[in-house]
Each structure stands twice: as C-alpha cells, then as structure tokens.
T-cell receptor, first 117, second 115 residues
Framework: AQTVTQSQPEMSVQEAETVTLSCTYDTSESDYYLFWYKQPPSRQMILVIRQEAYKQQNATENRFSVNFQKAAKSFSLKISDSQLGDAAMYFCAYRSEGTGTASKLTFGTGTRLQVTL | DAGVIQSPRHEVTEMGQEVTLRCKPISGHNSLFWYRQTMMRGLELLIYFNNNVPIDDSGMPEDRFSAKMPNASFSTLKIQPSEPRDSAVYFC?????????????FGQGTRLTVV
C-alpha cells in the first residue's frame, strides 16, 4: 500500500518570504500522480498543484512550485512571495495511474502554514 | 459548473439517530469518493464508486455506514445508528477516470456532530 508522510505539522513564514513544505511517499508503482491540496479555514479542499511521475520537469503554478525527486520519493512544495491568504493546511496526496488501479487519493497528515506580517 | 455539491453543510444529531449525507458530483465525472476528516485520523477514504458501482468500500468503518449511488448525479452516505465517534467532516469528491484522469474536485464538506 502507498503511504504519504508529511513530517512538518506546522510551519511559519513571513509575508513576502519563501517557504518549503516537505512530503515523502512510498510506492512500488511507476505510474502515478502527486498533488498538493490547500485547506483554508473554510475547509474547502483546493488543488494547488499536481505532478505526473513520468515528467521530469517540476510543475509550477504562479508562486507555487514543486521539487519532485522521484528516486528519493520526495515531493516538496515551495511557496514564493508568501501572502496572508496562503495561511492554511496543506496536504500532499498520491494517486495511482496504472491501468486497472484505483483512482483514489492517499493523503498525508497535513502541514499547517502560518503567515505572519 | 457549480462544482461538487454536498448537503447539508452542518448536521447536529442525537446518538442513535439516522443521518444521511448527500452529494451531487460534477457533471461528466464518473468517479465519486467519500472521505472522512478527523483530527485523530486525518483524511480517510471511506468508499469510492466508478460508473455508479462501488469499487472499494474497505474504508467504511462498520456496518452502520452505507453508501449508494443510484445514478451518475447523486450519492448518499448513511449512518444508522449514529454515534458520537462519528463526529467528523465528511467530504465528497468526484473526478473523471478514463484515458486521461482528472484531479479530484471536492465539495465543501458536511460537518457532522453527534451528541
């Protein structure tokens, strides 16, 4: 079974600074997706960014980028120019993509990000 | 599209009562998931459907939990009888599984409190 580990329960960053959230995963599969979801106090789960395992290039979405290290099974999220609205819980998630596999998401335990002035 | 719609947003019920949570997935999506979120256990998959058929219900905690998907646009999660330990936020999510899978889109969740 796949597992996702987020070892940082809480992180803090000053506004306009950069922060990196860590995520590692364990799998024997070669075809999969990795995701970062954001959950603000409203509790809505919002997709931040996704990475296809077969792509070597790291995904980027505006101020959000990932550092995907497939051999190390590491998938960290970098938030640049942090804003107050970035304060939320961030969840790393894994999804199998092979034929016949389930399309369910396996989540990490989350990292709570605080943004200070 | 209005996104995944869940109802109710909040539910408070007494122990022993039946609770029904509802979900309308995004039109065109063929996979539907029910997740439960608690402080102790995080986000857990309860059950998921593909083309209205339950594929994996191994996350359903007990026989008190049941889920149905009578058609592509509606699903329910029922707890009967409810217990205080069922208090959690329940999320429904949908996605498309096919040649190119989409990411999962989540509803806003139902916060269930069993007293």
């Amino acid at each position: 079974a796949q597992t996702v580990t987020q070892s940082q329960p809480e992180m803090s960053v000053q506004e306009a600074e950069t922060v990196t959230l860590s995520c590692t995963y364990d799998t024997s599969e070669s075809d999969y997706y990795l995701f970062w979801y954001k959950q603000p106090p409203s509790r809505q789960m919002i997709l931040v960014i996704r990475q296809e395992a077969y792509k070597q290039q790291n995904a980027t979405e505006n101020r959000f980028s990932v550092n995907f290290q497939k051999a190390a099974k590491s998938f960290s999220l970098k938030i640049s120019d942090s804003q107050l609205g970035d304060a939320a819980m961030y969840f790393c998630a894994y999804r199998s993509e092979g034929t016949g596999t389930a399309s369910k998401l396996t989540f990490g335990t989350g990292t709570r990000l605080q943004v200070t002035l | 599209d209005a996104g995944v719609i869940q109802s109710p947003r909040h539910e408070v019920t007494e122990m022993g009562q039946e609770v029904t949570l509802r979900c309308k997935p995004i039109s065109g999506h063929n996979s539907l998931f029910w997740y439960r979120q608690t402080m102790m256990r995080g986000l857990e998959l309860l059950i998921y459907f593909n083309n209205n058929v339950p594929i994996d219900d191994s996350g359903m905690p007990e026989d008190r939990f049941s889920a149905k998907m009578p058609n592509a646009s509606f699903s329910t999660l029922k707890i009967q009888p409810s217990e205080p330990r069922d208090s959690a936020v329940y999320f429904c999510a949908s996605s498309f599984k096919g040649g190119k899978n989409t990411e999962a889109f989540f509803g806003q969740g139902t916060r269930l409190t069993v007293v």
